[in-house]
Protein backbone atom coordinates (compact mmCIF):
# COMPACT_ATOMS: atom_id res chain seq x y z
CA UNK A 1 0.00 0.00 0.00
CA UNK A 2 1.38 3.34 -0.56
CA UNK A 3 1.71 5.97 2.16
CA UNK A 4 1.25 9.45 1.14
CA UNK A 5 1.83 12.65 3.49
CA UNK A 6 -0.82 15.10 3.84
CA UNK A 7 0.82 17.22 1.67
CA UNK A 8 0.84 15.30 -0.86
CA UNK A 9 -2.73 14.22 -0.46
CA UNK A 10 -3.80 18.04 -0.69
CA UNK A 11 -2.02 18.05 -4.44
CA UNK A 12 -3.83 15.46 -5.76
CA UNK A 13 -6.84 17.15 -7.53
CA UNK A 14 -10.31 15.75 -8.64
CA UNK A 15 -9.10 15.72 -12.55
CA UNK A 16 -5.72 13.88 -11.52
CA UNK A 17 -8.81 11.13 -10.38
CA UNK A 18 -10.34 11.30 -13.47
CA UNK A 19 -7.39 11.05 -15.61
CA UNK A 20 -6.35 8.32 -13.91
CA UNK A 21 -9.43 6.30 -13.68
CA UNK A 22 -9.88 7.57 -17.48
CA UNK A 23 -13.76 9.24 -16.79
CA UNK A 24 -14.75 12.42 -17.33
CA UNK A 25 -14.40 15.14 -13.84
CA UNK A 26 -18.04 15.16 -13.50
CA UNK A 27 -18.07 11.36 -12.77
CA UNK A 28 -15.57 11.97 -10.28
CA UNK A 29 -18.13 14.83 -8.59
CA UNK A 30 -20.88 12.28 -8.41
CA UNK A 31 -18.67 9.60 -7.02
CA UNK A 32 -17.71 11.75 -4.05
CA UNK A 33 -20.87 13.14 -3.68
CA UNK A 34 -24.84 12.19 -3.68
CA UNK A 35 -25.17 10.84 -6.84
CA UNK A 36 -22.65 7.49 -7.07
CA UNK A 37 -25.82 5.54 -7.41
CA UNK A 38 -25.97 7.36 -11.58
CA UNK A 39 -22.64 5.20 -12.29
CA UNK A 40 -22.25 2.04 -13.42
CA UNK A 41 -20.44 -0.76 -10.72
CA UNK A 42 -17.37 -0.25 -13.41
CA UNK A 43 -16.72 3.12 -13.28
CA UNK A 44 -17.52 3.28 -9.59
CA UNK A 45 -14.70 0.47 -9.43
CA UNK A 46 -12.63 2.40 -11.65
CA UNK A 47 -12.94 5.79 -9.05
CA UNK A 48 -12.25 4.03 -6.67
CA UNK A 49 -8.76 2.41 -7.31
CA UNK A 50 -7.96 5.83 -8.68
CA UNK A 51 -8.32 7.79 -5.48
CA UNK A 52 -6.80 4.50 -3.45
CA UNK A 53 -3.68 5.05 -5.83
CA UNK A 54 -4.02 8.23 -5.60
CA UNK A 55 -3.93 9.29 -1.99
CA UNK A 56 -7.22 11.75 -3.22
CA UNK A 57 -9.04 13.40 -0.11
CA UNK A 58 -11.61 15.60 -1.02
CA UNK A 59 -12.48 19.13 0.23
CA UNK A 60 -15.98 18.55 2.04
CA UNK A 61 -15.64 22.07 3.38
CA UNK A 62 -14.79 23.60 -0.48
CA UNK A 63 -17.94 21.66 -2.04
CA UNK A 64 -20.14 22.49 0.98
CA UNK A 65 -19.48 26.33 0.65
CA UNK A 66 -20.12 25.85 -3.17
CA UNK A 67 -23.55 24.15 -2.76
CA UNK A 68 -24.43 26.20 0.06
CA UNK A 69 -24.49 23.56 2.89
CA UNK A 70 -21.66 22.95 5.30
CA UNK A 71 -23.75 20.16 6.99
CA UNK A 72 -21.29 22.25 10.49
CA UNK A 73 -23.93 23.67 13.45
CA UNK A 74 -22.09 25.53 15.97
CA UNK A 75 -22.47 25.33 19.70
CA UNK A 76 -21.12 28.61 22.07
CA UNK A 77 -21.08 27.03 25.94
CA UNK A 78 -19.82 29.94 28.30
CA UNK A 79 -17.48 26.98 30.62
CA UNK A 80 -16.93 23.84 28.94
CA UNK A 81 -15.75 22.71 32.51
CA UNK A 82 -19.31 22.76 33.92
CA UNK A 83 -20.45 19.41 34.06
CA UNK A 84 -24.04 20.28 32.55
CA UNK A 85 -22.34 21.95 29.83
CA UNK A 86 -20.31 18.92 29.04
CA UNK A 87 -23.18 16.78 29.38
CA UNK A 88 -25.57 18.85 27.22
CA UNK A 89 -23.06 19.27 24.53
CA UNK A 90 -22.96 15.28 24.03
CA UNK A 91 -26.74 15.47 23.63
CA UNK A 92 -26.42 17.97 21.33
CA UNK A 93 -23.49 16.45 19.65
CA UNK A 94 -25.38 12.68 19.46
CA UNK A 95 -28.59 14.21 17.79
CA UNK A 96 -26.08 16.32 15.12
CA UNK A 97 -24.46 12.95 13.81
CA UNK A 98 -27.83 11.38 13.87
CA UNK A 99 -28.70 13.64 11.20
CA UNK A 100 -25.65 13.55 9.33
CA UNK A 101 -24.03 17.48 10.96
CA UNK A 102 -21.42 18.01 12.54
CA UNK A 103 -20.40 19.96 15.94
CA UNK A 104 -17.86 23.15 16.50
CA UNK A 105 -17.84 23.66 20.19
CA UNK A 106 -16.38 27.18 21.26
CA UNK A 107 -15.69 27.75 24.80
CA UNK A 108 -15.82 31.66 26.20
CA UNK A 109 -14.79 30.99 29.68
CA UNK A 110 -16.56 33.44 30.90
CA UNK A 111 -14.94 36.21 28.81
CA UNK A 112 -16.40 38.49 26.91
CA UNK A 113 -13.83 39.16 24.41
CA UNK A 114 -13.43 35.22 23.82
CA UNK A 115 -17.29 35.42 22.92
CA UNK A 116 -16.52 37.66 20.68
CA UNK A 117 -13.92 36.55 19.16
CA UNK A 118 -15.71 32.89 18.55
CA UNK A 119 -18.70 34.38 17.33
CA UNK A 120 -16.68 35.79 14.52
CA UNK A 121 -14.83 32.54 13.92
CA UNK A 122 -18.26 30.75 13.69
CA UNK A 123 -19.42 32.62 11.05
CA UNK A 124 -16.27 32.38 9.31
CA UNK A 125 -16.91 28.69 9.28
CA UNK A 126 -20.23 29.60 6.78
CA UNK A 127 -21.88 26.91 10.13
CA UNK A 128 -25.62 26.30 9.20
CA UNK A 129 -27.22 26.92 12.53
CA UNK A 130 -25.84 28.11 16.16
CA UNK A 131 -26.87 26.69 19.62
CA UNK A 132 -25.57 29.39 22.65
CA UNK A 133 -25.20 28.37 26.07
CA UNK A 134 -23.68 32.37 27.22
CA UNK A 135 -24.70 35.16 28.83
CA UNK A 136 -25.04 37.04 25.26
CA UNK A 137 -23.29 40.00 25.88
CA UNK A 138 -22.64 40.53 22.42
CA UNK A 139 -26.12 41.32 21.14
CA UNK A 140 -25.23 42.80 18.03
CA UNK A 141 -23.04 40.28 16.54
CA UNK A 142 -25.68 37.28 17.98
CA UNK A 143 -28.67 39.54 16.18
CA UNK A 144 -26.53 39.74 12.80
CA UNK A 145 -25.79 35.98 12.95
CA UNK A 146 -29.64 35.09 13.50
CA UNK A 147 -30.54 37.15 10.10
CA UNK A 148 -28.48 34.82 8.58
CA UNK A 149 -29.39 31.43 9.93
CA UNK A 150 -31.65 29.77 13.02
CA UNK A 151 -30.09 30.04 16.62
CA UNK A 152 -31.13 28.51 19.66
CA UNK A 153 -30.50 29.13 23.55
CA UNK A 154 -29.79 26.45 26.06
CA UNK A 155 -30.61 27.41 29.69
CA UNK A 156 -30.09 30.84 29.65
CA UNK A 157 -32.10 33.58 28.06
CA UNK A 158 -30.61 36.76 26.60
CA UNK A 159 -33.89 39.14 26.41
CA UNK A 160 -33.39 41.00 23.31
CA UNK A 161 -32.61 37.44 21.35
CA UNK A 162 -36.17 36.19 20.24
CA UNK A 163 -35.03 32.42 19.99
CA UNK A 164 -36.24 29.03 20.52
CA UNK A 165 -35.10 28.13 24.41
CA UNK A 166 -34.62 25.10 25.60
CA UNK A 167 -33.69 24.18 29.44
CA UNK A 168 -34.81 23.00 33.10
CA UNK A 169 -38.55 24.32 34.70
CA UNK A 170 -36.61 25.94 37.41
CA UNK A 171 -39.53 27.15 39.60
CA UNK A 172 -40.76 23.43 39.63
CA UNK A 173 -37.29 22.03 40.21
CA UNK A 174 -37.19 24.39 43.79
CA UNK A 175 -40.59 23.56 44.45
CA UNK A 176 -40.17 19.78 44.49
CA UNK A 177 -36.50 20.53 46.73
CA UNK A 178 -38.70 22.70 49.22
CA UNK A 179 -41.66 19.98 49.39
CA UNK A 180 -38.90 17.34 49.58
CA UNK A 181 -37.03 18.78 52.31
CA UNK A 182 -40.16 19.68 54.41
CA UNK A 183 -41.48 16.23 54.06
CA UNK A 184 -38.55 15.16 55.68
CA UNK A 185 -38.69 17.04 58.69
CA UNK A 186 -35.92 20.04 57.62
CA UNK A 187 -37.21 23.66 58.47
CA UNK A 188 -34.07 26.16 57.90
CA UNK A 189 -32.75 26.09 54.22
CA UNK A 190 -30.26 27.80 52.99
CA UNK A 191 -30.14 27.58 49.24
CA UNK A 192 -26.53 27.56 47.69
CA UNK A 193 -25.76 29.39 44.47
CA UNK A 194 -22.91 30.34 42.29
CA UNK A 195 -22.89 34.36 41.60
CA UNK A 196 -26.10 35.31 39.61
CA UNK A 197 -23.74 37.36 37.06
CA UNK A 198 -26.89 37.48 34.89
CA UNK A 199 -27.66 34.28 34.26
CA UNK A 200 -31.57 33.68 33.81
CA UNK A 201 -31.68 30.32 35.56
CA UNK A 202 -29.92 31.24 38.33
CA UNK A 203 -31.62 34.57 38.72
CA UNK A 204 -35.00 32.28 38.22
CA UNK A 205 -33.92 29.66 40.91
CA UNK A 206 -33.20 32.23 43.44
CA UNK A 207 -36.16 34.44 42.89
CA UNK A 208 -38.44 31.31 42.78
CA UNK A 209 -36.62 30.29 46.16
CA UNK A 210 -37.42 33.08 47.61
CA UNK A 211 -41.19 33.34 46.51
CA UNK A 212 -41.96 29.81 47.77
CA UNK A 213 -40.18 29.92 51.04
CA UNK A 214 -42.41 32.96 51.62
CA UNK A 215 -45.56 30.26 50.96
CA UNK A 216 -44.40 28.18 53.32
CA UNK A 217 -45.26 29.18 57.21
CA UNK A 218 -42.98 26.12 58.38
CA UNK A 219 -39.62 26.56 56.65
CA UNK A 220 -37.50 30.21 56.95
CA UNK A 221 -35.16 30.25 53.91
CA UNK A 222 -32.04 31.75 53.14
CA UNK A 223 -29.33 32.75 50.28
CA UNK A 224 -25.42 31.64 49.82
CA UNK A 225 -23.42 32.90 47.17
CA UNK A 226 -20.10 30.25 46.46
CA UNK A 227 -17.10 32.51 47.66
CA UNK A 228 -14.34 32.69 49.88
CA UNK A 229 -16.62 32.95 52.69
CA UNK A 230 -18.68 30.47 51.85
CA UNK A 231 -16.74 28.27 54.55
CA UNK A 232 -17.34 30.91 57.33
CA UNK A 233 -21.00 31.26 56.20
CA UNK A 234 -21.36 28.12 56.27
CA UNK A 235 -20.26 27.74 60.06
CA UNK A 236 -22.67 30.65 60.85
CA UNK A 237 -25.86 28.88 59.80
CA UNK A 238 -24.76 25.90 61.33
CA UNK A 239 -24.30 27.43 64.85
CA UNK A 240 -26.92 29.60 64.45
CA UNK A 241 -30.61 28.86 66.05
CA UNK A 242 -33.10 28.52 63.68
CA UNK A 243 -36.44 26.66 63.01
CA UNK A 244 -35.61 23.11 63.24
CA UNK A 245 -33.08 21.15 61.37
CA UNK A 246 -30.88 22.43 59.01
CA UNK A 247 -30.33 21.80 55.20
CA UNK A 248 -28.75 23.02 51.99
CA UNK A 249 -30.12 23.35 48.74
CA UNK A 250 -27.37 23.53 46.09
CA UNK A 251 -28.24 24.89 42.95
CA UNK A 252 -25.68 23.20 40.59
CA UNK A 253 -23.20 20.59 40.77
CA UNK A 254 -20.36 23.26 41.60
CA UNK A 255 -22.48 24.79 44.45
CA UNK A 256 -23.01 20.85 45.86
CA UNK A 257 -19.18 20.23 45.80
CA UNK A 258 -18.04 23.54 47.07
CA UNK A 259 -20.46 22.77 50.36
CA UNK A 260 -19.61 19.29 50.70
CA UNK A 261 -15.68 20.38 50.75
CA UNK A 262 -16.35 23.32 53.10
CA UNK A 263 -18.71 20.86 55.61
CA UNK A 264 -15.93 18.11 55.51
CA UNK A 265 -12.84 20.90 56.66
CA UNK A 266 -15.41 21.97 59.29
CA UNK A 267 -15.67 18.67 61.14
CA UNK A 268 -19.13 18.33 60.13
CA UNK A 269 -21.09 14.63 60.37
CA UNK A 270 -22.44 14.85 56.54
CA UNK A 271 -25.95 14.21 56.61
CA UNK A 272 -26.14 14.17 59.90
CA UNK A 273 -25.51 17.39 61.66
CA UNK A 274 -27.09 19.00 58.23
CA UNK A 275 -29.05 17.71 55.49
CA UNK A 276 -28.50 18.47 51.42
CA UNK A 277 -30.16 18.40 47.99
CA UNK A 278 -28.39 19.40 45.16
CA UNK A 279 -29.81 20.10 41.46
CA UNK A 280 -27.53 18.14 38.92
CA UNK A 281 -27.01 14.57 39.56
CA UNK A 282 -23.04 14.08 38.89
CA UNK A 283 -20.81 10.83 39.20
CA UNK A 284 -19.59 11.27 42.48
CA UNK A 285 -23.30 12.11 44.32
CA UNK A 286 -23.83 8.50 45.16
CA UNK A 287 -19.73 8.32 46.64
CA UNK A 288 -20.24 10.73 49.21
CA UNK A 289 -21.58 9.28 52.95
CA UNK A 290 -24.89 7.75 52.27
CA UNK A 291 -25.54 9.57 48.87
CA UNK A 292 -26.36 12.73 47.98
CA UNK A 293 -30.02 13.56 46.99
CA UNK A 294 -30.45 14.99 43.86
CA UNK A 295 -32.97 16.84 41.21
CA UNK A 296 -30.90 15.07 38.10
CA UNK A 297 -31.57 17.89 35.14
CA UNK A 298 -32.67 15.05 31.77
CA UNK A 299 -29.17 17.16 30.32
CA UNK A 300 -29.29 14.50 27.09
CA UNK A 301 -32.70 15.24 26.42
CA UNK A 302 -32.26 19.29 26.33
CA UNK A 303 -28.91 18.86 24.28
CA UNK A 304 -31.26 16.77 21.39
CA UNK A 305 -34.51 19.36 21.84
CA UNK A 306 -32.56 22.00 21.17
CA UNK A 307 -30.47 20.23 18.01
CA UNK A 308 -34.17 19.60 17.40
CA UNK A 309 -35.48 22.78 17.51
CA UNK A 310 -32.47 23.99 15.31
CA UNK A 311 -33.17 21.37 12.69
CA UNK A 312 -37.03 22.18 12.32
CA UNK A 313 -35.79 25.89 11.87
CA UNK A 314 -33.46 24.98 9.38
CA UNK A 315 -35.91 23.18 7.12
CA UNK A 316 -38.13 26.03 7.42
CA UNK A 317 -40.50 25.80 10.47
CA UNK A 318 -41.48 29.77 10.87
CA UNK A 319 -43.71 28.87 13.95
CA UNK A 320 -43.19 31.55 16.69
CA UNK A 321 -40.54 30.82 19.15
CA UNK A 322 -41.29 28.52 22.16
CA UNK A 323 -39.73 27.34 25.74
CA UNK A 324 -39.31 23.86 26.39
CA UNK A 325 -38.99 23.32 30.16
CA UNK A 326 -38.13 19.68 31.36
CA UNK A 327 -39.31 18.17 35.16
CA UNK A 328 -36.21 17.38 36.82
CA UNK A 329 -35.98 13.75 38.55
CA UNK A 330 -35.82 13.15 42.18
CA UNK A 331 -33.47 10.90 43.45
CA UNK A 332 -33.68 10.26 46.60
CA UNK A 333 -30.34 9.24 48.86
CA UNK A 334 -28.80 9.22 51.94
CA UNK A 335 -28.55 13.39 52.14
CA UNK A 336 -32.08 13.68 53.32
CA UNK A 337 -32.63 11.25 55.69
CA UNK A 338 -36.34 11.72 57.63
CA UNK A 339 -35.60 13.03 61.00
Known amino acids: MTSFSA ?7 MLDVAERAGVS ?9 DDRALLSDAIALRIEQAIDALGYRPNQMARGLKRGRTRLIGMLVADIRNPYSIAVMHGVETACRQHGYNLVVCNTDRDDEQERQHLAALRAYNIEGLIVNTLGHHLEQLLELQRE ?5 VDRKVDALHSDLVGLDNPLAVRMALEHLEQQGYRDILLVSEVADGTSSRVERLHSFQSQVSLRKDLRGAIQETGPDLHTRLQAFLAQDGAGPKALFCANGIAALACTKALRELGCRLFEDIGLIALDDLDWYPLVGSGITALAQPTQAIGTSAFDCLLKRLRGDTSPTR ?8 LIRGSTQPL
Open 25 to 33: KASVSRFIG
Open 323 to 330: SLDFAPQL
Open 7 to 13: AQRSRVT
Open 149 to 153: MPLVL
